[in-house]
């Protein structure tokens, strides 16, 4: 029989609006764009890398298996909860990760969606991406989601070779990727696919012949992962051999070089995109936007005129749906301290190719410039940065010793 686990969030989790309201230490003149993340947190199977919060949707699972409905009253259940800290406020994007959000029908997308309009104000021109996976799909599902309102597509492809893609535990095989990515394209007006490098047993060679075919693909927008071995999981308990370092730097050179002549500009760390194809909403995240997350597990950062607070929801699906319809889908809910707001701004607008403007800093953080300058003129000491007096962005070698680089702004 299962055992029924009741937790109950304590009451100091749930704080009212005058709470946020109050004066602080940050002095924020406007606040910025706000972004909507949505939390599914099901997969058919937990790939043996994978420290995202995402679990099995039982064996043998479909997606009768994922309870579609009552998760859908938890999320609107835990975004009318949270209205209050973003009244009146304009969502620019909306960002549909997880998990495998595929796993949903077309139809619950749909629901999904109309329900997120009913109540909260979207820019006309909201970006409203869904992350799908290949071999979640039969024909016209993607269509189907375009359909439902879903702008941008961001397919998990991760190689489109099959030994490299058994190693990594994935559900589907190369034809079922090329498939997903034809699809995605014809469906939509803009796409994005996930690829990994430096994977068990890869060679240069290989890394080719997967550009070769993703490229093939023309996608307007390329994210690429070194695979990274978490703590927790599989890969970290039976470690595979992966290429060594410097074939990994190489590869990432490589990358970058292929993608440049394909005509795709490398704008942030991990993402290569045709003009006109950036991702807003990772944008936002990297500028130090707002961003609402609702769902498992799912991560906010809000600001207000006086501080910036960052809170959790429970992350196990159970627990979020019974807490969430509750009324109470808060588990963690911060103020961010005024020493460590610096490194958490520099941590993300260091990401981007372009840097930062000045004002932007300002402008976000509620924070004087000065806050950062001894960090700065460290950073152009070393040679990791180039600055005038308007911007900052990093320079080639501050973008290859970006956590160096980064560190240098820590509390
Ligand atoms: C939220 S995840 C999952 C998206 C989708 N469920 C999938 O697996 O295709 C987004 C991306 O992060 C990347 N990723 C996940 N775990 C990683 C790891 N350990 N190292 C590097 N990249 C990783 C993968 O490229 C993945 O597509
Ligand atoms: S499908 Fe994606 S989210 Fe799910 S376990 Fe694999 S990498 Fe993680």
Not at 110 to 138: H, K, Q, S, V, Y
Not at 225 to 244: G, R
Not at 292 to 319: C, D, M, N, T, Y
Not at 389 to 410: C, I, M, N
Request: overall charge negative; some cysteine.
């Amino acid at each position: 029989m299962a055992i029924e686990i009741k937790l109950v969030a304590p009451q100091a989790v749930q704080k009212d609006i005058q709470h946020y309201m109050r004066p602080g230490v940050l002095q924020l003149q406007s606040l910025p764009p706000l972004s909507l993340y949505v939390h599914l947190p099901w997969c058919l199977k937990k790939c043996p890398y994978c420290d995202f919060n995402s679990h099995e949707a039982g064996k043998g699972a479909s997606a009768m298996e994922v309870p579609e409905q009552r998760y859908i009253d938890a999320l609107i259940a835990d975004l009318e909860g949270a209205l209050p800290l973003v009244w009146g406020r304009t969502i620019h994007s909306i960002f549909i990760g997880g998990g495998t959000p595929s796993l949903f029908s077309p139809q619950s997308i749909d629901r999904l969606l109309g329900d997120i309009r009913a109540r909260l104000r979207l820019e006309a021109d909201c970006e409203i991406t869904l992350e799908a996976n290949p071999g979640t799909f039969e024909k016209d599902r993607f269509k189907a989601f375009r359909g439902a309102g879903v702008t941008r597509l961001s397919v998990g492809v991760q190689s489109f070779n099959d030994a490299h893609l058994k190693a990594l535990g994935r559900v589907h095989d190369r034809e079922q990727a090329i498939a997903a990515v034809e699809e995605a394209a014809a469906s939509f007006e803009t796409f994005n696919l996930d690829l990994m490098y430096a994977l068990p047993g890869q060679t240069m060679p290989d890394l080719d012949k997967d550009l070769d075919v993703a490229l093939s693909l023309k996608p307007p927008h390329i994210s690429i992962y070194h695979l990274t071995i978490e703590p927790n999981t599989y890969f970290a308990k039976f470690p595979p051999q992966i290429p060594e370092d410097d074939t990994a730097y190489e590869m990432l050179d490589r990358i970058t070089e292929r993608t440049g002549a394909a005509g795709m500009q490398r704008y942030e760390v991990s993402a290569y995109a045709k003009p006109g194809h950036r991702c807003w909403h990772n944008l936002n995240y990297w500028q130090f936007g707002d961003y609402l997350g609702i769902g498992a597990g799912a991560h906010s950062k809000l600001s207000f005129a006086h501080r910036v607070v960052r809170q959790v929801r429970f992350r196990e699906p159970k627990l979020y749906m019974d807490n969430a319809l509750a009324g109470h889908a808060l588990a963690q809910d911060d103020e961010v301290k005024r020493k460590d707001i610096p490194f958490e701004y520099m941590l993300n607008a260091l990401r981007l190719r372009e840097g930062f403007k000045l004002m932007d800093f300002t402008e976000r953080t509620g924070l004087p410039i000065t806050a950062i300058k001894t960090g700065l003129d460290q950073a152009q000491a070393k040679g990791l940065i180039e600055r005038d007096a308007a911007t900052v962005k990093p320079t080639e070698r501050g973008f290859d010793f970006l956590s160096d680089l980064q560190s240098l702004f820590l509390a």
